[in-house]
């Protein structure tokens, strides 16, 4: 069972938002609420979770995290500073020419394994992570942060069936059902209920949680795997937007950049000066 440790991750999670809102800013770039709904989960993640040595970022026994809703490059960016993995000066030029920190998730990062942003593949380099560490007898585990819009998608199933055929209970993935996709409401665009019973029909074990309570986060990802010889999934219910009053549940924040005054606005609304 992880340390319950929400002292340090919840202002961990605020400096995280604050800089993501900073950084969607200078670049006039989008997906906003796609960052601010998963960061409760990526402060838990890399706070408490995951075995990762910041000054070592290719350590061959660390675990592997596969952010594979890519589009959210600036939340991970900011977590991954905020651990040590790379100067926080680097936020600063997020999409710039030249820049290693592009928009939508690179390897070329230290601490991040894997290129993403072409939904619905993020689970099955979950599934050859986790399989390989098997096969070589290794102890090191894969999670993927997944969305809940590339649910819909027909890669990601064929890799829900595969991970428990393989018996990968070395393998996690977590899924930001925040409720709201590029153009419309999960609901409206492609209803995923019951969505939990799905998961467990492919044969996971499955957990539903607050995806911005950071004691319920720690004990869920203390805890895996749920089930000896199955992969586990954490269903973590968020909001859209969350922390930021006026981009929480707007489908608008899922590509609109925050002008000067938005900027401001929601830095205070962060307890952070423009």
């Keep these: 069972m992880a340390t319950d440790n929400t002292h340090t991750t919840i202002p961990l999670a605020r400096r995280i938002r604050a800089r993501a809102v900073r950084m969607v800013h200078h670049a006039k770039a989008s997906h906003i609420g796609t960052c601010l709904s998963?960061?409760?989960?990526?402060?838990?993640?890399?706070?408490?979770?995951?075995?990762?040595?910041?000054?070592?970022?290719?350590?061959?026994?660390?675990d592997r995290f596969v952010l594979s809703k890519g589009h959210g490059a600036a939340a991970l960016y900011?977590?991954?500073?905020?651990?040590?993995?790379?100067?926080?000066?680097w936020l600063d030029g997020y999409c710039d020419d030249g820049s290693l920190l592009a928009?939508?998730?690179?390897?070329?990062?230290?601490?991040?394994?894997?290129?993403?942003?072409?939904?619905?593949?993020?689970?099955?380099?979950?599934?050859?992570?986790?399989?390989?560490?098997k096969r070589a007898g290794q102890e090191f585990r894969a999670f993927v942060q997944l969305?809940?819009?590339e649910c819909d998608e027909g890669s990601t199933w064929e890799a829900v069936l595969f991970a428990p055929h393989h018996r990968l209970d070395n393998l996690v993935a977590v899924i930001d059902y925040n409720k709201i996709q590029s153009f419309g409401t999960v609901k409206e665009v492609l209803d995923l209920e019951p969505l939990a019973d799905k998961w467990r029909a492919f044969g996971w074990a499955v957990r539903e949680l607050d995806?911005?309570?950071?004691a319920q986060i720690h004990a869920a990802l203390g805890a895996v795997p749920f089930q000896p010889g199955r992969p586990s999934v954490v269903?973590?219910?968020?909001?859209?937007g969350k922390g930021v009053s006026f981009m929480e549940n707007q489908l608008a924040w899922h590509y609109q950049s925050p002008n000067d005054e938005q900027l401001a606005a929601a830095l205070a609304e962060l307890g952070e000066q423009a």
């Design 235 to 240: 269903i973590a219910h968020t909001v859209k």
């Design 103 to 133: 928009g939508h998730v690179s390897r070329h990062v230290p601490g991040v394994d894997f290129s993403t942003g072409s939904l619905g593949h993020g689970l099955s380099l979950g599934c050859g992570v986790a399989l390989a560490a």
């Design 78 to 89: 900011a977590v991954l500073a905020e651990r040590g993995f790379f100067p926080h000066a």
């Design 38 to 62: 998963m960061t409760d989960l990526l402060a838990v993640f890399y706070h408490s979770v995951l075995r990762v040595e910041p000054r070592r970022p290719d350590w061959p026994a660390r």
């Design 211 to 214: 995806g911005h309570d950071h």
């Design 147 to 149: 969305s809940d819009g």
